[in-house]
């Protein structure tokens, strides 16, 4: 049987291989079911194949940035053991499938600083929420990745506070009182309504509205990746500061972790659950 085997040279010299054994010398082998393409011979009732390549599965063309052509049929089925488990799937070639449409991702942009606030804000109470609900189950490890998230975003918040009061976007107009005789100053501004951890109010006749953390309705929530970007921009240059935190209420012993405890007086302190 005829094959090509002046490597060397590139050039394509015919070669008759008159049994298997000398074809199988040359590098040849039997073609497989998944194998297609390469350099493939015919003999003795055999086909031959050197360099070829395999067709795999949809899933695995798919991690590889393609999808299948539409009405493709498999080129072929193969089968094996998954664990203890034996089964068969289909296979494709190259020319069956096509790179995925690439989705370009959207970078960080500046939005409004108030409603970039109001979602990290937001955002913190979740995964403060998140964090809780872990801890409950007894998830300790995704627990205290919520817990970091949250405050993370709680410092944020509290820098970026600091920075719009004392520039005069936001104004103090009163105090809200919570569980726990835990006070906190109302700040607002732009329609805005936000909450600021605070001591005990030295006035007497301090009054203790009961304002709710509040955003104009017609202004949506923007992407936490935006929110961050903004608030970054914002405080780029701006010495941090300390920012004032309730401290630790006391509390009976319990089966709960600290962590857990911790954010579950976070959840009464809440001034705007959801």
């Not at 067709?55 to 539409?70: D, I, N, Q, T, Y």
């Amino acid at each position: 049987m005829v094959g090509s085997d002046d490597e060397a040279t590139g050039s394509r010299t015919p070669v008759v291989y008159k049994t298997l054994k000398a074809a199988k010398a040359a590098g040849y082998r039997h073609l497989r079911v998944a194998e297609y393409a390469g350099e493939q011979i015919k003999l003795k009732g055999h086909t031959l194949v050197r360099g070829p390549q395999v067709a795999v599965s949809e899933s695995v063309w798919g991690k590889k940035g393609f999808r299948l052509r539409p009405g493709e049929k498999p080129h072929a089925k193969v089968s094996g053991y998954a664990g203890e488990k034996h089964r068969s799937w289909s296979v494709y070639r190259h020319d069956q499938v096509e790179p995925k449409r690439k989705v370009h991702l959207r970078g960080p942009e500046l939005v409004s600083l108030l409603a970039a606030v109001w979602t990290i804000n937001r955002t913190a109470k979740r995964y403060r929420e998140l964090a809780s609900s872990q801890y409950r189950g007894r998830r300790h490890g995704l627990a205290r990745h919520a817990r970091g998230k949250k405050e993370m975003l709680y410092a944020y918040k509290g820098q970026a506070l600091h920075y719009l009061v004392a520039d005069g976007t936001l104004q103090h107009v009163g105090y809200h009182r919570f569980p726990g005789d835990n006070w906190a100053e109302v700040l607002t501004g732009g329609g805005f309504t936000f909450h600021r951890p605070c001591p005990t109010p030295k006035q007497a006749s301090a009054e203790a509205r009961t304002m709710i953390e509040a955003k104009p309705r017609e202004i949506g929530e923007p992407r936490l990746t935006d929110a961050i970007h903004t608030v970054d921009e914002y405080l780029k240059g701006k010495d941090p500061v300390e920012i004032y935190e309730w401290p630790p209420r006391e509390r009976f012993r319990s089966s709960f972790s600290p962590e857990q405890e911790d954010d579950e007086a976070a959840e009464a302190w809440d001034p705007d659950p959801e």
